[in-house]
């Protein structure tokens, strides 16, 4: 209004009589400064309806790309009513609303879509994780059963060895026992048989009763010798033989089996024994077994030495060790005995003897049961032989005179 009222002014101005072209221009320059103007007020009112909408869509447009659909272009009613009698820029505003909540719509229902996907993912996460749980722990009782089936087996193999060793032994054993009776029995009846053919040549007078007495005599005594030690062979082998174990002298056991005395009697004379003996030297052990390996020892030397056997103890300090070597100048050993030297039953005597093969067998036992070691061979050119006990020292001691008794 005040615009046109001041078109209308300055028109009847210049409308009035005026002096030549003065007013003319002055009319041109008041027309033009209307223009001016109006289209100011254009602008304004074109950038208050039209680019403020339209900076505020822009605005908006940038908010709801960076995810933010809260933002309101337009706040009033939508109706397709209002749609139809809006003009251009409203219609645009009104359509940009409509897809701004559109969006908002398809967000919320995909955020629905994933959180109901996510909770099925979760659900089926889960009862993988348990079906895993579930065939760990399978898995881990059939590696038990199968740690346990394979200690079975190894049980059951080990167990089959033992039986199959058993067996062996079994049959080993039957064995022994079978050919240890036929060789006892044997060996029981040799002495039998000239005790009974000596009471029937006296009975008959063909012999003196001193000559049957003294061979009965003779007989008896091998045949308590064969009885004992086939009952010291079965102690050994059952291990019940028992040891009374004490600090003995090795010199003085050794004498002892001479009996004070430094001879042996045999078929071709006199055997004498020559001894060089520690008298300090001690070991632990039985006596009496002692006595009896050394004595089978000695006695088998005596069997087949021409005139002497020598007795000497060397001490090995070093080692702790007290060696006992029994040396006869006889024929040596049989080269097919050696290797079965102190096995049962292998004997080899002078024509006209007889041995039970036993005794070697029985001293290597008892000197082992003292931690012992035996051995023997023939001497260095052919003449005689050695064997060789030897046992660990127990203590060494001052000279003393005392004799076990």
Same mark, same amino acid.
């Given at each position: ?76 009613? %939508? *109706? ?21 909540? $559109?969006? @908002? ?20 996460? &889960? ?30 193999? /080990? ?28 060996? %029981? ?8 053919? /000596?009471?029937? %040549? ?5 012999? /003196? ?8 005599? *003779? ?5 308590? *010798? ?7 062979? =079965?102690?050994? #082998? ?9 600090? %003995? ?18 078929? &071709? ?6 001894? &060089? ?57 049989? #080269?097919? @005995? ?5 096995? $049962? ?10 041995? *039970?093969?036993? =005794? ?34 127990? #203590? ?10």
């Amino acid at each position: 209004m005040a615009v046109a009222a001041l078109s209308s002014g300055a028109v009847a101005y210049y409308l009035q009589p005026a002096n030549g072209e003065s007013r003319a221009a002055d009319l041109l320059q008041m027309v033009m400064m209307i223009v001016v103007a109006v289209m100011g007020v254009l602008g304004s009112l074109l950038a208050v309806f039209v680019l403020m909408p339209l900076k505020k869509i822009g605005q908006n447009a940038e908010q709801i790309a960076r995810g933010n659909f809260e933002v309101h272009v337009y706040d009033g009613k %939508l *109706t397709k009513g209002k749609f139809k009698n809006s003009d251009e820029l409203s219609r645009l505003i009104m359509a940009f609303e409509v897809m701004r909540r $559109k969006v @908002i719509e398809v967000d919320a229902n995909l955020n629905k879509q994933i959180k109901m996907k996510t909770f099925d993912l979760q659900r089926v996460n &889960d009862e993988l994780v348990e079906k895993e749980k579930v065939l760990q722990r399978t898995n881990a009782k059939l590696i038990n059963q199968s740690e346990e089936m394979k200690k079975v087996n190894e049980q059951l193999s /080990s167990k089959n060895e033992e039986l199959l060793d058993a067996n062996a032994k079994m049959q080993k054993l039957d064995k022994m026992k079978t050919d240890f009776i036929l060789i006892a029995a044997h060996e %029981l009846r040799t002495p039998i048989q000239p005790i009974m053919g /000596s009471v029937r %040549l006296a009975e008959k007078g063909l012999i /003196s009763n001193e000559q049957a007495w003294k061979t009965i005599v *003779t007989e008896a005594k091998r045949l308590s *010798t064969v009885a004992t030690y086939i009952l010291d062979v =079965g102690k050994i #082998e059952s291990g019940n033989i028992s040891y009374d174990m004490k600090p %003995l002298s090795v010199a003085q056991l050794v004498e002892r089996i001479s009996s004070s005395s430094t001879k042996f009697a045999t078929q &071709d004379g006199v055997i004498s024994i020559k001894m &060089d003996l520690d008298e300090n030297v001690k070991i632990m052990g039985d006596k009496e077994r002692l006595v009896q390996a050394f004595a089978n020892i000695i006695d088998n030397a005596a069997k087949f030495a021409s005139g002497t056997i020598t007795i000497q103890t060397v001490n090995n300090y070093d080692e702790g060790r007290v060696e006992v070597k029994i040396e006869d100048d006889g024929p040596g050993i049989p #080269e097919e @005995i050696l290797p079965l030297l102190f096995n $049962k039953f292998v004997t080899k005597t002078k024509e006209n003897e007889r041995g *039970t093969g036993l =005794g070697l067998f029985i001293s290597k036992a008892i000197v082992e049961a003292h931690s012992g070691k035996i051995s023997g061979g023939n001497n260095a050119g052919g003449k005689g032989a050695t064997f060789t006990v030897s046992f660990p020292i127990h #203590e060494k001691e001052a000279p003393s005179m005392s004799v076990i008794e």
